[in-house]
């Protein structure tokens, strides 16, 4: 952009009378266990609640900031107000299925008969996107309902090439695979204004428990993208 001038800094300025906005997302992340739910609740455990499942969280700790960026259950706090224009679900495969654990899978193998572990990670993923809705529930009314959850791409996702040396199960292989899905970011509009103290939830619904095919935990995101209203400082 061109070099503002110093009349034009006053609207930049993070020292100023009033309030800002900032580009910034609500992001929330919840254990998928390998049995399924008929329901996740996404934005009701702030930091300090919930169960952790950020990579390096002792088991069942609470949330932190890398979990969600949420400072009070189900409603934005007193100086806080968010405008939603996208809302994105993350799914991220696992490769255990103890309670309350999230270990990510190995997208990569280094023996033929390691594949079928990589396998169930990309039907993981397939099936979970393929099946369930995604309702956005404000005060007393639903703004958003949309399904499958394949309709909500993530916008930033890993990206793996890969190279096959042998088929051989006593032979070694390197391979590189990964699931994912791709295409239009689900834009709100018009965008929703989120006031604070007014309740909401994000949920993933299923009429009946959806199982992992591979026997191991999920995790899942909930990202809605957007713009954060606060008080200057």
């Excluded at 990510?104 to 990589?118: E, G, I, L, M």
């Amino acid at each position: 952009m061109a070099i503002p001038s110093l009349a034009e800094l006053s609207k930049y300025a993070v020292n100023r009378s009033g309030a800002e906005g900032i580009r910034q997302s609500l992001f929330d992340h919840i254990l998928y266990p390998t049995a399924g739910l008929n329901q996740l609740n996404f934005f009701q455990n702030p930091q300090g609640a919930g169960v952790a499942t950020a990579l390096g969280a002792a088991v069942g700790s609470t949330k932190t900031i890398a979990d969600t960026n949420m400072d009070s259950a189900g409603m934005l706090p007193a100086g806080k107000s968010f405008l939603i224009t996208s809302a994105e679900v993350c799914f991220y495969a696992g490769l255990s299925a103890a309670a309350n654990t999230f270990v990510p899978a190995v997208p990569s193998v280094f023996a033929a008969v390691a594949a079928a572990a990589v396998a169930g990670q990309i039907n993981d993923v397939a099936t979970f996107y393929l099946s369930g809705s995604l309702k956005l529930f404000i005060g007393s009314k639903t703004y958003l309902e949309e399904a499958p959850l394949l309709r909500f791409p993530p916008k930033t996702q890993l990206t793996f090439d890969s190279a096959m040396a042998s088929n051989s199960a006593t032979t070694a292989e390197i391979a590189a695979v990964s699931g994912k899905v791709s295409g239009r970011p689900y834009i709100v509009e018009p965008p929703i204004y989120l006031e604070n103290n007014q309740n909401f939830v994000v949920q993933l619904n299923w009429p009946a428990v959806v199982a992992t095919p591979s026997g191991f935990n999920a995790r899942v995101a909930v990202i809605l993208d957007g713009y954060l209203y606060r008080n200057s400082q």
